[in-house]
């Protein structure tokens, strides 16, 4: 429970405790120092009058009238007036001479005069000591020196001169210097008072206004979302070290245990976060293999106030993301070709009612066997040859969508798919394939009937997976070859453009895969792709070449 409050169960605001926190501590702190530096003053005034003491009595003790009647009958009449003007003139409390009896022969009160001395700090002085002693006479407390009064030239002891100089109490001295100090403790605590409150507004600014309260609820907060988040994720700062790491992102690397505040490195050997922070530039939907776990990863910087100061990575496995790609590209699939099979029975329709229309009963016979033989003998070939539901689809899509468009694409007869290769999957495969096709359709496209020609070749062989699609185009120019896998880059126009032969290189470089172009102007362009079936890393070198074995586009 807090120490303060202003209302019951209610504490008071941060902003206060600070301002008292530190106004208390500045307070103690200067009256604590003003009274240490009394004190001490006090010690050193004592030491210098106990000197002055000390020189006064040495004086007296040397005085010859004083040596010869010390001790001697009447001697206080001689002794007496000789140490009143030695004290009046010195400006000393008093000044007491005493025989070896410890009989006073002079002192400021007549009275005591030939009285025995009773101060019971005298002992060392008659045994020819001389020293200062603090002790409290019947003048009140005093520095005292004590000196031997020695005779026949200072080879007999005959008495002892006491010199004493009352000492001020810290009481007295604060009545001296009371206004003084009064006003510095004053100043002192203004000052300290204007620093509390620019301090405590200082600190509540710096935590944007917040309570304490209420920034660890906040933190409470932001933590659940983090692990409430479906996706990975990590942050560092700028020495790279880990500052936020939810359970998504542990159970995706396999990390066990809190992690936060190692280096990045430490964890995730292959991470490119650091990359990240030195360069500030985001990344999007990278896909990557960290720990055997295949993901796809975004990375941003972490800017404040126009300066970075560490990066962050989101991420999610990859297998999550498949399924529910392969249920979204399957149903767009699906639809697409309904739509396309649709519209190309509503003319295959039309033209059996117009031959039927025109007394053609025989030639509508004839074509509706030739249409239901060719759909017919297509899909028996996909569903006996290509085994991955997700291709047969797109392929059988893709063939529908060419007959609308007025293109002739030949699905080769040789083409089989038996297996998927281990280091990629069919959503990657049908993003391939797809993309491939697509830009050979579009190159086609617009060229005369006789050359509307695309070709695809999809073979399991031994080691690898080959793709082949091949169009009798316009062709590659030689210029723009090394950079047509580039992302953003595109012949065409649009926003959206660039983007799909840039997926393909992506894919088939996660997979350890190679990709070959053959390309001749106005007459063909031939891309292949090979996926080995063992895994990554099975093609050394740049896994971009052309059909020569020179590299093109950048392997990222």
Same mark, same amino acid.
């Given at each position: ?20 926190? #530190?106004? &208390?501590?500045?307070?103690?702190? *200067? ?10 003053? #006090?010690? @050193? ?32 009449? %001689? ?52 020293? *200062? /002693? ?16 020695? +005779?026949?030239?200072? @080879? ?14 810290? +009481? ?11 006003? #510095? ?6 000052? &300290? ?51 936020? *790491? ?29 990359? @990240?922070? %030195? ?26 106030? &126009? ?37 190309? $029975?509503?003319?295959?329709? $039309? ?38 539901? /997700? ?24 083409? $089989?798919?038996? #297996? %998927? ?65 580039? +992302? ?19 894919? %088939? ?21 090979? *996926? ?5 890393? /099975? ?14 586009? $950048?392997?990222?």
């Amino acid at each position: 429970m807090s120490f303060f409050f202003f209302k019951k169960g209610k504490q008071l605001p941060l902003r206060w405790k600070i301002t008292l926190l #530190s106004f &208390g501590l500045i307070m103690l702190i *200067i009256v604590g120092g003003g009274i240490i530096l009394i004190e001490n003053f #006090s010690l @050193t005034l004592e030491r210098e009058l106990g000197s002055r003491a000390l020189a006064v009595a040495r004086t007296v003790a040397q005085i010859e009238e004083i040596q010869k009647y010390v001790g001697k009958p009447n001697g206080a009449a %001689v002794i007496q007036p000789i140490a009143e003007k030695i004290r009046l003139a010195t400006n000393v409390e008093y000044i007491v001479v005493l025989d070896m009896d410890r009989i006073r022969f002079s002192h400021p009160l007549q009275e005591r005069i030939g009285q025995r001395f009773e101060g019971g700090d005298e002992g060392p002085a008659f045994a020819d000591h001389e020293y *200062i /002693s603090l002790a409290t006479g019947i003048m009140g407390p005093s520095v005292r020196a004590f000196v031997p009064i020695k +005779a026949d030239e200072g @080879t007999r002891q005959v008495g002892v001169v006491v010199v004493g100089i009352l000492s001020p109490t810290i +009481a007295r001295i604060l009545s001296d210097i009371r206004l003084r100090f009064y006003i #510095s403790l004053f100043l002192g605590l203004l000052v &300290g008072l204007a620093g509390s409150i620019y301090l405590a507004d200082n600190i509540k600014r710096t935590m944007y206004n917040m309570e304490p309260v209420a920034i660890a609820q906040l933190l409470e907060e932001r933590s659940a979302v983090f692990q409430s988040i479906g996706e990975g994720i990590i942050a560092i700062d700028r020495e790279l070290n880990i500052t936020v *790491i939810n359970d998504e992102a542990k159970r995706i690397l396999g990390i066990d245990g809190d992690v936060t505040g190692w280096p990045v490195r430490k964890v995730i050997p292959e991470t490119r976060l650091p990359a @990240t922070v %030195v360069s500030g530039k985001a990344h999007f939907n990278e896909e990557r293999v960290i720990n055997g776990t295949t993901i796809l990863v975004s990375r941003f910087p972490i800017v404040v106030r &126009g300066e970075i100061m560490g990066a962050v990575a989101t991420f999610k496995d990859k297998t999550e993301v498949h399924k529910l790609a392969e249920e979204l590209t399957g149903v767009k699939k699906f639809i697409e070709a309904l739509r396309v099979q649709n519209h190309e $029975h509503m003319n295959k329709l $039309h033209t059996i009612a117009g031959l039927i229309e025109l007394g053609k009963s025989d030639e509508a016979i004839d074509y509706i066997f030739e249409v239901t033989t060719e759909q017919e003998e297509l899909t028996l070939f996909l569903a006996k040859n290509i085994l991955d539901y /997700s291709v047969a689809g797109l392929l059988l899509g893709k063939y529908l969508r060419s007959k609308e468009l007025k293109i002739d694409l030949e699905i080769d007869r040789s083409s $089989h798919l038996e #297996s %998927v290769p281990a280091a990629t999957d069919s959503s990657a495969l049908v993003i391939i394939t797809g993309n491939l096709l697509e830009n050979a359709m579009e190159a086609v496209a617009g060229l005369p009937p006789e050359r509307r020609k695309v070709k695809i070749l999809l073979r399991n062989q031994p080691g690898n997976l080959l793709i082949r699609v091949s169009d009798t185009g316009p062709g590659i120019s030689p210029e723009i070859l090394p950079v047509i896998f580039q +992302a953003g880059f595109s012949t065409k126009q649009g926003s959206a453009r660039g983007v799909g032969l840039f997926l393909v290189q992506q894919y %088939v470089t996660n997979a350890g895969g190679r990709i070959t172009v053959d390309s001749k102007l106005q007459e063909h362009t031939v891309i292949e792709v090979l *996926i080995p079936n063992e895994g990554r890393n /099975s093609y050394e070198g740049d896994p971009y070449t052309d059909s020569r074995g020179r590299p093109h586009g $950048h392997a990222d």
